[in-house]
RNA sequence: GGGCCUGUAGCUCAAUGGUUAGAGCAGGGCGCUCAUAACGCCUUGGUUGGGGGUUCGAGUCCCUCCGGGCCUACCA
């Protein structure tokens, strides 16, 4: 039994999040999750809302609330729906916790010890009416270089010249309009990653087995031009952790906080602590998932994200953890996703643009979603969700393929045979090549699950339902009981059996239909099915079992029209 | 500008440099009647974006051109 310890991205306080966002990090790490857990790892899966930054305080404004009542209230939100989509979160937590303000402050405070701080003085703008430092993109004036009028302080959108704040023409803040700006001198804390380059180099060297997509992000900021910068982690702004230096002040730094990407990633530590608070439990508890000196050393960590994510995971977070000097887990794999477009575009959070999390439970059920998702991930590169595509996949791989298996083979044994499973007959040439062909294509299966190769695995085990109907077909139970009821009653209690195994092997994928499937064979056996020929006469002769309702609903043309509608223009 | 990814059937995607480039969906045909008009079998679709090169052999490696995308460090 291995101890697997998975984290997903975390997401965003400001908004709700997109379906591009889901299937990015916290979906396929909900996915892995499930398969450790069903084949008997101990798992600790740990995501958060990643409440700190500049968007958060000017949503919170925005609300007209305070930004601690508006990030208090967005994480309730966001846990409700990762709640709806079924996400197995071991604990949902929040990186404005204190735990992680207490461990980011410790982190702080022992790489200064270590002398990978240093602090520095530069030029920010600030705007009076604002009463707050910009950051570079939320200044807005005319591009130097080609007259845009909306350029952005950090890059004209239009003619892509990288620009400083102080190039721009007429420049005001985004916030407020206001011009009423200054440019003002203000110290703050770099984290010397040059100083740790080397380190870092090596370590991302020793990653072979990882997606090109991670070690060509690490490998491009590590050599691109200098080298691996240097990179500023605190902020002039209210909402954040203090800058201390571990439980002491750091003078000539009050009033400030760390950068969110400072301490976004030790929210995953930060989190497995408040997991521990939650259940009463001490700190060895959380500690032996991190720290390889109190019983991590057997821990194997994996990281999922979407590909924005990745230079933060693989040198920033890294610089926190080796430059700390402190026995901490690092990421063993770093499984990295593309983006999901919409109809043609991108999904947009800023300009509501795509289905949301909320909107999509609102018209179907998280299966539908899960399913199209994840046996669409965007793994080698972008993929796009039409509604064509995903009313096609769902009728046919759910309704069709599996939720029709359930029905036909559950309808077909209570007419002949009553709500038990019979106990005639047994099991011959056909069922033993059955029995040989699920043996092959789980063993398949469980690869690409333990590979993180998420449509592959979706595509195996959509394989693996298929087989079912092609038994069915070739075995003819219908025909067979008019000659030999006996032999008829063996093809169904192994059919029956059958939905137990799929059930099992789907749950990661489709939980709500697979829990669905346990009640109807009035099983709680989830026993991996390991050894398909013990699996599939687990459900005994003379077990009671129920017809349930149809497992998956068809989309209809009408309403696939509807949605595309529905949800083509901007969210407001 | 620089770096990286990507381009394969109408659509969504596969193919450690090695038989005749494969699946699913859609399309066509046949079968079955247990089932949500569901299922099964057979089948039509390809100058692998264009061009050049390396190799006994290239979808795969190299060069070049064209198209799509991401990143480029103060949004997160």
Redesign the pocket.
Known sequence: MARILITSAI????GIKHLGNLVGSQLPADLFARFCRARGDEVMFICAT???????ELAAAKAGKPVEDYCAEMHEVQKELAAGFRLSFDHFGRSSSQRNHRLTQHFAGVLADNGLIRE?S?K??YSIDDKR??????IEGTCPNCGYTSA????CDNC?K?LD?TDLINPHSTVSGSTNLEVRE?K?LYLM?RTLRDKLEAWIDSKTDWP??TT??A??????????????IT?D?YWGIPVKHGDQPWPGMEGKVF???FD?PIEYIAGTAEWADAHGLDNAAWERWWRTDKGASDVTYYQFMG??????HT??FPATILGSGEPWKLVDYLKSF??L?YDG??FST?RGRGVFMDQALSILPSDYWRWWLL??A???????F?W??FQ??V???????????????T???R??FGETIPSGGSFGAQETALIADLGARIKDYEGHMAAM?V??AA?EL??I??????Y???A????VVKTDPDQAQAMIRLAINLIRIYAILSEPFIPDASATMMSALNSTDWTWPTTVSEAIRALAPGHAFAVPE?????ITDEERAEWQVKFSGIRT
Do not use: M
């Open positions: 997401p965003y306080i400001n990643d409440e700190h930054g500049t968007p958060a520095v530069e920010q703008v430092f910009l950051p570079d993109r939320y952005r302080g950090d890059q892509t990288q704040p203000t703050h990653q090109i997509l060509s992000i490998k491009k900021w590590l050599n691109d031009g200098d080298g691996l910068q240097d990179r500023g902020r702004l950068y969110v990407w976004a590909k924005d994510n990745v230079p933060f040198l920033s593309n983006y477009n575009g991108q800023s046996s669409h965007p793994e080698s590169s972008d993929a796009e039409t064509e595509n096609a996949s009728n046919k791989d759910l309704a069709d393929v599996l939720g029709n298996l359930v029905s036909r083979v309808k077909f044994a007419a002949k190769e449509r592959k595509a959509r394989g339902w298929v087989v079912g109907n092609e069915l077909q070739s003819a139970p219908w025909t149809n497992l998956f609903r068809k």
